[in-house]
């Protein structure tokens, strides 16, 4: 999500976005874990991340949610993202993230969409 190739032109308020999701990631990782250190890493090095993510000090535990708004085509389209992570062992490399509508409007277009699948 966090790539400048990707959604990041049509996320509203990016700089507040971006700065969550790598601040929950960067609390979610285990010290020793090379690989999720070096994508968070990656992402840190990409154009427009706001730089104050670096330092966990500096922010907030954060919530365990957050809304984002798309702007594509004329339409928004505002989801509730969650951040979760697995309790069982033999899962902790999953990381889920689950995207609900925050409006009506998103809900009519993700049944629109859900509806051509």
């Not at 427009?48 to 798309?70: I, K, Q």
Request: proline share 8%.
């Amino acid at each position: 999500m966090l790539h400048p190739d990707l959604v990041k032109p049509y996320i509203e308020d990016w700089e507040a976005v971006a700065r969550d999701v790598v601040l929950h990631a960067r609390r979610e990782t285990a010290p020793g874990d090379e690989i999720a250190q070096n994508l968070i890493e990656e992402v840190l090095a990409y154009p427009s991340v706001p730089e104050d993510c670096r330092d966990l000090t500096l922010a907030p535990a954060g919530a365990p949610f957050l809304t984002v708004t798309f702007n594509a085509g004329g339409k928004r389209l505002s989801w509730i993202i969650t951040f979760g992570m697995p309790q069982d062992i033999t899962l902790q490399e999953l990381r889920i993230e689950s995207f609900y509508p925050a409006n009506e409007a998103t809900e009519q277009s993700a049944a629109e969409l859900a509806a051509n699948f």
